[in-house]
C-alpha cells in the first residue's frame, strides 16, 4: 500500500514526497482511513511507529477539502520536545498547501504565541500548561476547532496535566473529530476517553513491547561503581550515540558534569533548563556534534532521533512502560540497538516486574573486574624494567580502544586507525613513532619551559608604571588592552545595561547645596512645560 491509495490533495502528496514517505506504516495505514472518514480514532502504540503521522496527515488532508476560518485543529503535547516536533511535521507536509501552525508552549516568547492565537492560525500545537496560561489572559476563540488530538495521552496523565487537559477539553466545541494516541491504556486514561470520543474505532499496533532490535543487558552495581561503568562501556563498545537516563533534574545536572570532568563530551536536557538550553543540547546531540546527552524522561517519549545506538538507564525507570519508552530511543527503523540498565540494591523493586516483563531478552552481565586492569597496570613498570635491563624492544599498539574513547570525547571520525611503536633502550629512556613518521624523544619537552622566561621579560614591557607621569600616551594603549581582555567575560545584557546607566548619568543634574541649590532645581521644572 502507498499513500496514493488514500487519494490525497496533490499539495500534500508534495509534501509526503518532500520528506521521503512513500508508504504508510501499519499505524497509519489503520488510523488514516477511518479519519479521513470522520470518525474518532484510538491509537495504541508504541514509539517510533509513526504516530505523528497518522494524525498529522488526515487533519492536513480534511482542512484542505473543507477551507474555512480560523484555528481548525488542537494538538495537546506532553513536552515541548515533541510538540516542537509535531509542527515541524506539519510544516513539511503542509508547505505546499500553505497550512499554517504555531507552537504554544513554555520557554518561548508569550506575547508572539498570543499573536499566533489572535491570527487564528490553521493548527495550534500546545502544551497543556501554556495553554492555559493563554487563555488567562486572552480570550482565546476555539468555536472553529474541529479537530482535537491527545499525543502521548498516557504521558500527560503521568505529568499530572489531566485537569488542565479537561478544562481545554471543556472549552471546545462539541461536535469534533477527536484523535487520541498512547503507548499504553491505564484506567484513568480510559475514563477520560470515554468522556471525550464518541464511539472510537480502536487502532493497536504492538503496545507495551519491546523490541527485537534491541539488545537489553543490565548490571548489579552500586552507586559509586556508576560512573567507572559509564567509561568502561563507552570504551568498550562500538556506538555512534547515547543517551543516559537519570531518575532526577539535580542527578542529571552532577552526571553531566562528571562526564565532562573524565573528558566525556557530554550534554544534559531536563525540565528546569531554560527552552533555549533545551533546543540547543538537542540539535548538538542530533547533528552529532555532542555524542552522549544526559537526561530525564522528558527525551523518552515521542523525540524521533536518528542512530541513537545506545542507551544506559543511569537509574532504574520506575515503571514497567518507562523503561520500554526508554530503550525505544534505539533500535529503531530496522536498526539494532544495546540498551543498558545499572541496578542497585534500591533500584531492585522496580527492576524486578521489567525482568518479568521482558523475560529472558533482558541479560545480567557480570560487572567487569577491576583486578585485570589493575594487575595490568602494576606488572607494566616491573615489565619496562626487564626490557630496559636487556636489548631495546619495540611494542606495536593498535589503536581500536583509542577509536572508540575518542567518539565519546571528540567528534566522531576525527581519530582513524593507527598504530604507535615505543621504542625502550637500555638506559630507560622512551622514544615515540605514530604510522612509521620515525621516532621522537619526548625528551625536547622539558626544553619548552626555557621559552617561558623569554615570555616573562616581554609581558611586562606594555606596562610602565614609571611612565605614568610623563607619559600620558601610554595610558590609552594600557586602558584599551583592558578593555579587549575584559569584553568577553562581559555578556549583552551586562554591556546594555552599562550603556543605559551611562545615559542616564549624563541626564541627571546634579543639584546645588543650600537654600539657591533648592530654587535651582526648582528652575528647570517650570522651563521644561
Known amino acids: ?70 484555528t481548525k485543529a488542537l494538538i495537546l503535547s506532553p513536552t515541548r520536545e515533541l510538540a516542537q516536533q509535531i509542527d515541524e511535521q506539519i510544516f513539511a507536509l503542509g508547505y505546499h498547501s500553505g497550512i499554517s501552525s504555531a507552537t504554544i508552549i513554555g520557554g518561548e516568547d508569550f506575547s508572539r504565541q498570543a499573536d499566533a ?100 543487558r543490565a548490571y548489579f552495581a552500586p552507586p559509586r561503581k556508576k560512573l567507572g561503568l559509564v567509561q568502561h562501556i563507552l570504551d568498550d563498545l562500538d556506538w555512534q550515540s547515547c543517551i543516559i537516563f537519570s531518575a532526577t533534574k539535580k542527578g542529571t545536572n552532577e552526571l553531566e558534569r562528571l562526564l565532562k570532568g573524565k573528558g566525556i563530551n557530554a ?27 544526559v537526561a530525564t524522561d522528558v527525551l523518552a517519549r515521542g523525540i524521533d532521533i536518528d542512530n541513537v545506538s545506545l542507551i544506559i538507564n543511569y537509574d532504574v525507570p520506575k515503571a514497567v512502560e518507562d523503561y520500554i519508552h526508554r530503550i525505544g530511543r534505539t533500535g529503531r527503523y530496522d536498526k539494532e540497538g544495546i540498551a543498558i540498565t545499572f541496578v542497585s540494591k534500591a533500584d531492585e523493586k522496580f527492576f524486578t516486574p521489567i525482568k518479568k516483563k521482558v523475560g529472558d531478552d533482558l541479560k545480567i552481565i557480570d560487572l567487569p573486574d577491576e583486578n585485570d586492569s589493575s594487575q595490568k597496570s602494576k606488572s607494566e613498570p616491573s615489565s619496562e624494567k626487564s626490557n630496559s635491563e636487556k636489548k631495546s624492544s619495540v611494542t606495536v599498539v593498535t589503536k581500536e580502544a583509542a577509536k572508540k574513547k575518542a567518539d565519546a570525547r571528540l567528534k566522531p571520525g576525527l581519530i582513524k586507525k593507527e598504530t604507535v611503536e615505543i621504542e625502550v633502550s637500555k638506559d630507560g629512556k622512551i622514544r615515540i613513532a ?94 521644561n512645560k
Do not use: C
Open 1 to 70: 500500500m502507498t499513500f496514493k491509495d488514500f487519494k490525497l490533495q496533490e499539495s500534500l502528496m508534495m509534501g509526503l514526497n518532500d520528506v521521503g514517505y512513500t508508504s504508510p506504516t501499519p499505524i497509519q495505514e489503520q488510523s488514516i482511513p477511518h479519519a479521513l472518514e470522520g470518525k474518532d480514532v484510538l491509537g495504541a502504540a508504541q514509539t517510533g511507529t509513526g504516530k505523528t503521522g497518522a494524525f498529522v496527515i488526515p487533519i492536513i488532508e480534511l482542512i484542505l477539502r473543507s477551507p474555512s476560518t480560523g
Open 117 to 216: 492565537i489572535r491570527a487564528g492560525v490553521d493548527i495550534i500545537v500546545a502544551t497543556p500548561g501554556r495553554l492555559i496560561d493563554q487563555m488567562k489572559v486572552l480570550d482565546v476563540d476555539f468555536s472553529n476547532i474541529k479537530f482535537l488530538v491527545l499525543d502521548e495521552a498516557d504521558r500527560m496523565l503521568d505529568m499530572g496535566f489531566l485537569p488542565d487537559v479537561n478544562h481545554i477539553i471543556d472549552t471546545l466545541p462539541k461536535d469534533r473529530h477527536t484523535m487520541l494516541f498512547s503507548a499504553t491504556m491505564p484506567k484513568e486514561l480510559q475514563k477520560l476517553m470515554k468522556s471525550v470520543m464518541n464511539d472510537p474505532i480502536k487502532v493497536e499496533i504492538e503496545v507495551s513491547t519491546t523490541s527485537k532490535q534491541v539488545d537489553q
Open 434 to 527: 605514530i604510522n612509521g613518521e620515525g621516532f621522537k624523544t619526548p625528551e625536547s619537552k622539558p626544553e619548552e619551559p626555557k621559552k617561558e622566561p623569554k615570555a616573562k621579560k616581554e609581558a611586562p614591557k606594555p606596562v610602565k608604571p614609571k611612565a605614568k607621569s610623563n607619559k600620558s600616551k601610554s595610558k590609552p594603549k594600557e586602558t584599551k588592552e583592558s578593555k579587549k581582555g575584559s569584553k568577553p567575560k562581559m555578556n549583552f545584557d551586562q554591556i546594555e545595561r552599562i550603556e543605559r546607566a551611562t545615559e542616564r548619568t549624563k541626564k541627571v543634574r546634579k543639584p546645588s547645596k543650600g537654600l539657591w541649590g533648592l530654587i535651582k532645581s526648582m528652575i528647570p521644572k517650570f522651563g
Open 267 to 293: 550534554g544534559s536536557i531536563h525540565g528546569d533548563r531554560s527552552q533555549e538550553e533545551r533546543t540547543a543540547s538537542l540539535r548538538a546531540f542530533k547533528n552529532g556534534t555532542v555524542p552522549v546527552i
